[in-house]
């Protein structure tokens, strides 16, 4: 079984004002949808779960390690982390090579099979700086998760997807489940998110500055229009 433990972990980047601090959770196999307004520290969150950042204070255990100590190499075996803005992750001058960069890096073979279901072949020789919004994202999904880690942090990965592209990573996040995976997925979108069925929610309350852990089923409209997250159904009197 997997395991993201922590324990008083206090994120951010600044040690007199972090953006969230007395965070106490333990997620096991399974999917996790992370919510919050604009600025509330979700992605802070995943890097730091990612060790791309180090904790403020406390500690994030990842299957017993602290990720801010293993080598990158080693948190590439173990974590797949997405980044939100897909630009940001790429550092080849092809798609295919981008795809195969961490696998090179790592020595874990690819696995095709997910990575074909993202992105199209004509797609491998253009450079990813050039590829649309939703084309980005797709690759660079396929280019982390490709690797088939245990545990996949994804960062608003159904930003720009058009309906295709969420029904083929729905699949995935199935496929992941089936797997005992731990996937933790940010979005703003949680109408999108029920369609992978979530077994947990995880809420930021920018007020408490508190992660809220419960069930998917419990979180209403108007909870999620109260901590700032689109409703899943839109009404007009929730825009006031
Ligand atoms: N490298 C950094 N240095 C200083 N502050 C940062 C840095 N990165 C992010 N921040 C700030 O930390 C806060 C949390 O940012 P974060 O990206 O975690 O928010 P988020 O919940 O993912 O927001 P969004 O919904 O817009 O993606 C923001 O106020 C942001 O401006
Ligand atoms: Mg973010």
Do not use: C
């Not at 080693?74 to 295919?96: C, K, M, S």
């Not at 095709?112 to 072949?121: A, M, R």
């Amino acid at each position: 079984m997997n395991e993201i433990l922590a324990s008083d972990l206090a994120i951010g980047y600044d040690e007199n004002s972090p953006l969230l601090k007395n965070l106490n959770f333990r997620l096991t196999d399974g999917v996790y949808v992370l919510l919050g307004a604009n600025g509330s520290g979700k992605s802070t969150l995943l890097k730091t779960i990612a060790g791309l950042i180090s904790p403020l204070h406390g500690e994030v255990y990842v299957n017993g390690f602290k990720p801010h100590f293993l080598r990158r190499k080693d948190v590439a075996r173990l974590i797949g982390y997405v980044w939100q803005n897909p630009f940001h992750g790429f550092v080849e001058p092809t798609v295919e090579r981008e795809i195969l960069f961490i696998s090179k890096q790592t020595g874990v073979e690819v696995n095709w099979k997910l990575v074909h279901k993202l992105v199209p072949l004509e797609l491998f020789e253009r450079s990813p700086f050039t590829l649309s919004g939703g084309e980005a994202k797709r690759v660079s999904l396929a280019s982390v998760i490709g690797l088939d880690q245990p545990i996949w942090l994804l960062d608003e990965p159904f930003n720009e997807l058009d309906f295709t592209g969420v029904k083929v990573f729905t699949g995935i996040v199935n496929y992941a489940r089936t797997k005992g995976k731990i996937v933790v997925i940010t979005t703003h979108y949680p109408g999108l998110a029920d369609l992978v069925k979530p077994d947990y929610y995880l809420l930021i309350n920018r007020q408490s500055g508190l992660l809220v852990m419960d069930k998917w089923s419990n979180l209403s409209d108007e909870d999620l229009v109260k901590n700032e997250v689109i409703p899943r159904v839109l009404r007009p009197e929730f825009t006031g």
